[in-house]
């Protein structure tokens, strides 16, 4: 048996060629037999056919790289809830630019690792630029911004407590009732204290309630605001929470997973207003940066916050080494191993610029009013609010719990289209988050036409 050939090296492309070609015959075959946002049948069905498509899952002979990859692409493809269909739209799940895809496996075939210079010589110079600049549109103000590379949102709050934890020893955490499950998951991580829960009417923090709820704790305070929630796309009023913070003394983080990107836009940023007055900002550019699986960042004020995550392992950044001038990294993540996931970021920076940017982060916000007034001017159908990011909540007039979460799932069954679900004044909506550019207005009105049709069944 001939030894397979690696992807790097001087003849990595001439082994990589051939193989594309099939990946990307299977991809466009698997999205052509699914013909639609996911595949029908629902789980027993996907179930089935990976399973057909697999066995043996380890064969005693292998089949080839062509056979393969032609078998399993195709399957995971034809399987796939797809993001750059316009008609799934359920979660904050984009679909990634084709360029940052590309990007990406360029990353995957010389596989850097960040967690020392000698392996990623290259790649961690980069990261340090890029995540600097990035910072820098974050804190704009600021003489040493820094920012460090997550795996999304959940892992940058997890880093923004633990920071808090590491200045204080303690800290009780404050946010409110919409907050993200991570914060809550990352002080039961941490063995923090259950954080303090404030009421969010109407899907923003309540100041009053903050108020009060500060002025009657002692100790160090983190509290926890949001730029952009997961059920409705709120963004709390910052520059108030901020003023709050200042008052009582207690120190800011700010949950921007969704809402960061707004930076870019010229129309748009003001939204964003305070959000350079907290200590750590929670950012993630596989939302409305259209980048693929893993892109997240924690921005901070000053790259002092982040001494705490300091660590040492001599085969890694050795004493030495360091004062000789090689790079330490091991204090950039609480990862070891950790891929070179700014690429896709840089190159996605330098092809569009700030102003590409803009122009999708705009068109896709203009995408969610146009489905509201889609929606406010159907008279079967209900709008919660206008959106402030890009999801969308609405349900048809009249209709119980029970039905909209049947239309959900009756839609999900035939694979015609990928909703999400929230629930916000005691009820449950239809949920569209919207973050595909190329969403056009025959597409929203499909996506009504098609909630309309399986409420009238």
Known sequence: MSIPPLAGGVAGHDALRPLLAVVLDALREGAAARG?????????????????????????????AHEALRTLVRTLAHGAADPADPLCAAHLHSPPLALAAAADLAASALNPSQDSWDQAPAASALEAQVTGALAA??????????????????????????????????????????????????????????????????????LAALDATLTGLHGPLLVTATAGTTDTGSIDPLPDIADLCDRHGAELHIDAAYGAMLL????????LRGL??????????????????????????????????????????ADDDTEAGIPDLLGRSLRTTRRPDILKIAVTLRALGSSGLAALVDRTLTAAQDLADLIEKHPALELHHRPVLTTVLFRPRGASDETVAEIRRALLHQGRAVLGRARADDRLWLKATLLNPHTGPGDLATLIALVEGSTTR
């Open 276 to 317: 350079d007055r907290a200590r750590t900002v929670t950012l993630d550019l596989h939302k409305l940066g259209w980048q693929p699986i893993p892109a997240g960042l924690l921005a901070v004020r000053d790259s002092t916050l982040l001494a705490p995550l300091t660590h040492t392992a001599d085969y890694l950044n």
């Open 137 to 206: 549109e974050v804190y704009p103000r600021a003489q040493h911004p820094d920012a460090l590379v997550t795996t999304g949102g959940t892992e940058a709050n997890q880093l923004a407590l633990l920071l808090a934890r590491e200045r204080h020893g303690t800290v009780q955490v404050v946010c409110g009732s919409h907050t993200h499950h991570s914060v809550r998951r990352a002080a039961w991580l941490l063995g923090l204290p259950e954080p303090v829960t404030v009421p969010a009417p109407g899907g923003t923090t309540d």
């Open 264 to 271: 870019f836009s010229p129309r748009h940023r003001d939204r």
């Open 36 to 64: 639609g946002p996911l595949p029908s049948g629902g789980p027993e069905a996907v179930d089935r056919a990976v399973r057909d498509a697999v066995a043996p899952v380890i064969p005693q002979h292998g089949t080839g």
